[in-house]
T-cell receptor, first 111, second 115 residues
């Protein structure tokens, strides 16, 4: 069964600094990975997904993630964050018909 | 509508009451999912429908939880005799097709508080 681990519960960062949110997965079958963002009192919005092909995936709002099979990781990165990026970010894997989520990482962007 | 909608957005229930949560998926979406998100945690799968058929209910925590999608569109999640541990945000998601990996689109959720 798929499981997903997000190593950091909170990541504080100053505006315009780069950020990396870490995600590791375990799976014995095909790997499909996603990053979602959740703003306060809102549902989940898809940032990006990896299904196959290029290991570097670009998403919305300037985010990108790299699938690394040898390290079983799918870390999310942004070279320069904005205040508006403050939100909770969830990494998820696909297991059968359902998504399996990590516990989430709260990104706090400070001015 | 353009996205997945859920109602009510907030629900306060006394312990022991029954509640019903509604989900309107994106029009034409075949698959519908319910997830439960406890405070400070990631969403956890509850159940999955393909059209009106409930194909997976392995995540429902007890027989007090029941979901239906009788006409293959709107779905209702019902919780009987609510308990305090049922307090959570209930998220609904839909996707266009089934079988292949499809992007799931989420609604805003229903925040349930059981007192």
């Amino acid at each position: 069964a798929q499981s997903v681990t997000q190593l950091d519960s909170q990541v504080p960062v100053f505006e315009e600094a780069p950020v990396e949110l870490r995600c590791n997965y375990s799976s014995s079958v095909s790997v499909y990975l996603f990053w979602y963002v959740q703003y306060p009192n809102q549902g989940l919005q898809l940032l990006l997904k990896y299904l196959s092909g290029s290991t570097l995936v670009k998403g919305i709002n300037g985010f990108e993630a790299e699938f690394n099979k040898s390290q079983t990781s799918f870390h999310l990165r942004k070279p320069s964050v904005h205040i508006s990026d403050t939100a909770e970010y969830f990494c998820a894997g696909f297991d059968g018909n359902k998504l399996v989520f990590g516990a989430g990482t709260i990104l706090r962007v400070k001015s | 509508g353009a996205g997945v909608s859920q109602s009510p957005r907030y629900k306060v229930a006394k312990r022991g009451q029954d509640v019903a949560l509604r989900c309107d998926p994106i029009s034409g979406h075949v698959s519908l999912f319910w997830y439960q998100q406890a405070l400070g945690q990631g969403p956890e799968f509850l159940t999955y429908f393909q059209n009106e058929a409930q194909l997976d209910k392995s995540g429902l925590p007890s027989d007090r939880f029941f979901a239906e999608r009788p006409e293959g569109s709107v779905s209702t999640l019902k919780i009987q005799r609510t308990q305090q541990e049922d307090s959570a945000v209930y998220l609904c998601a839909s996707s266009l097709q089934s079988g292949d990996v499809q992007t799931q689109y989420f609604g805003p959720g229903t925040r349930l508080l059981v007192l």
